[in-house]
């Protein structure tokens, strides 16, 4: 391989067009996001909603050699399974009732570019195969046909959720889940990246701000406060959202935490309080009762199910408690660093 003149930034950390963020999570994922582009390796995204997988999808087609070929993006998690077969492989005429013409499909359409399956976890079996031999053999039939078509293009995945556990729980091909997982890039939640709220908030400022005519250029401390304590389960989507509602709403200059959700402030004064144990008790309350109501017997036990469910929440919240530091979280947990650490793990907590 030649040596570029821009060599160096293949393994430079400095940020990507559009993504926010300069926490050492986020210069990780800019370091492998530049790694990996140039390569035909399959990418596996994980990350919670909203993290930013889809912006990252789109700069490792941008950075990649395949810049000015397509990028295709297949929401897996919004069609059935044989709209989603003829959307991703075509199909001929005659194929199913409706099929009335010859259709190519996306794959075709991602011929020299990127295709991104976003929600890959929500794909049934049988098209898990099918993708596997695309992966495998860049090759397949449309629906209703037998003609093989070859195509070339770098596939992208997302889940937002463990992938693992759903191989473990027989719902994913474990031979997809490694093909695919060629390199695994993690999009941390934000909530372990709070340093990047202010940055995330300044950034989206500065759009709607532009977009309503407006002009709010400053922060209040007590909405910072207030920002930096939640708990973001939209992630980034849900800060984004936050702040653009607070543009059109603000009278002044000023975002101030009037402005932000209820929610949000709740939440806030919860944690000051002692009100937490509460909320496990809430949660316990909901699991067992949707337990009960489940009909039939269960593929776990009830008992594994809600003392795991329990205990990630104990741990997300004792971990935000502390700052995410671990060696104070498992004191205060009074549970040996190395169980914890396994368990972050395990719950998909961010544990490295
Ligand atoms: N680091 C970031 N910097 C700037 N904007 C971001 C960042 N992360 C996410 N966003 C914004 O948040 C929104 C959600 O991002 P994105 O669609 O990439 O998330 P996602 O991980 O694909 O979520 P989902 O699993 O729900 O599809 C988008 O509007 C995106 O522009
Ligand atoms: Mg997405």
């Not at 949707?290 to 009909?295: I, K, S, V, W």
């Amino acid at each position: 391989m030649t040596t570029t003149p821009q060599a160096h930034d293949t393994n430079s950390n400095s940020s990507l067009p559009e993504i926010i963020g300069s926490s050492p999570a986020m210069r990780e994922v800019y370091r492998l996001t530049r790694q990996v582009a140039k390569s035909k390796a399959s990418v596996l995204l994980l990350g919670e909603t909203g993290t930013g997988k889809e912006l990252v999808a789109k700069a490792l087609h941008r950075l990649s050699l395949r810049k000015n070929g397509p990028y295709v993006r297949v929401n897996c998690g919004a069609l059935t399974e044989s709209l989603l077969e003829s959307e991703l492989f075509g199909h001929v005429a005659g194929a199913f009732t409706g099929a009335v013409k010859n259709r190519s499909g996306r794959f075709e359409a991602a011929h020299t570019g990127t295709i991104f399956l976003d929600e890959i976890n929500s794909t049934t079996a049988k098209l898990q195969v099918k993708l596997l031999r695309v992966l495998q053999e860049r090759e397949f039939e449309r629906v209703g046909d037998t003609q093989t078509v070859q195509v070339d293009c770098r596939v992208i995945a997302a889940a937002n959720c463990d992938l693992m556990e759903e191989v473990e729980a027989g719902r994913f091909r474990e031979d997809l889940y490694y093909r695919l997982n060629v390199v695994p890039i993690h999009l941390p939640p934000l909530r372990e990246r709070r340093e990047d709220i202010p940055e995330l908030v300044g950034h989206f400022l500065n759009d709607y701000n532009e977009e309503n005519d407006r002009y709010v250029a400053h922060i209040s401390p007590q909405a910072i406060e207030a920002l930096q304590e939640y708990h973001w389960p939209g992630n980034v989507r849900e800060l984004q959202n936050y702040v653009e509602r607070a543009v059109v709403m603000a009278q002044g200059d000023e975002l101030t935490v009037d402005l932000l959700p209820a929610s949000i402030i709740g939440g806030q004064r919860k944690r000051s309080s002692r009100s937490r144990p509460a909320d496990l008790e809430t949660l316990t309350y909901e699991l067992v009762q949707e337990g009960l109501g489940a009909a039939g017997p269960q593929e776990d036990s009830m008992h594994t199910k809600i003392v795991n469910r329990v205990e990630r929440e104990l741990i997300a919240q004792v971990m935000a408690a502390c700052d995410n530091v671990q060696v104070k979280a498992a004191a205060r947990l009074g549970i040996n660093r190395n169980t914890l650490h396994k368990k972050l793990k395990e719950y998909g907590l961010g544990g490295e």
